[in-house]
Structure formats: C-alpha cells, structure tokens
C-alpha cells in the first residue's frame, strides 16, 4: 500500500507541476500605454477584456468609433489589427469598436481557375 501512495504522490505532483508550467506559459502579456495621447489610452482599453472601460474610454476621448476603427493605429498597426494580434478578446472588441461589422471569416479564391 505504500507504494501505491508513494505512485499516486508522484503522479499527482507531476501533474500539479505541469498544469503550472503550461499557466506560466499561456500567461498573456499586459499592454501598457508609452505616453499620455488619448489614442494611446484607446490603445490599451481596447486590447483589454472591459467593453464597459474601452466605451469609458472612447467617451472621454471625444472620437467617434467609426473614427477611431478607421483612423487610429496602434504600433503602428490599424487598431483592429492590433487589438486582433495583442488583444484578451479580439472578436469581442473589436465587434465593440465597429460597431459589430468586425468578422473573422475568411474568403478564399482560386486565381488558377480564373
């Protein structure tokens, strides 16, 4: 009987060990505003979790979201792309910020066949 429980110590530690390893790992990165521009402030919200503080956000800011969804970029990168790439939960921010015209459907067409 004892080694039964020494087994099952092993077994459950190395599954402790490695659901904490693959934790670690899929821990997801903060974006963190570099200057104090209103866009840099939408930036963040909007690659954030919070629809409630990305509107909070916007409000402030005086923008328009069809403004903002067309106009303003983030590293570079127009924000949907941004939010798509760094975002917590793209699909629903960036539906928030179009107005819920942002899809991620994909067409593909065959240029050998035209």
């Given amino acids: 009987m004892n080694t039964l429980t020494q087994k099952m110590t ?10 904490s ?3 670690m790992a899929n821990a ?24 409630i503080q990305l509107h909070k ?3 402030e800011s005086g923008l328009s979201k069809t403004y903002i969804a067309e106009k303003v970029t983030c590293n570079n990168q127009n924000i949907v792309a941004f939010v798509q790439e760094f975002g917590d939960s793209p699909e629903k921010m960036n539906n928030a910020l179009t107005n819920g015209k942002y899809t991620t459907q994909v067409n593909i067409t065959d240029l050998a066949a035209n």
Avoid: E, H
Wanted: charged share 20%.
């Fill in 10 to 19: 092993k077994t459950l530690t190395t599954i402790v060990l490695t659901l």
């Fill in 21 to 23: 390893t693959i934790g």
């Fill in 28 to 51: 997801a990165s903060k974006v963190v505003a570099g200057d104090d521009y209103v866009t840099s402030k939408i930036c963040v919200a909007a690659a954030g979790k919070s629809k």
């Fill in 57 to 59: 956000v916007i409000k």
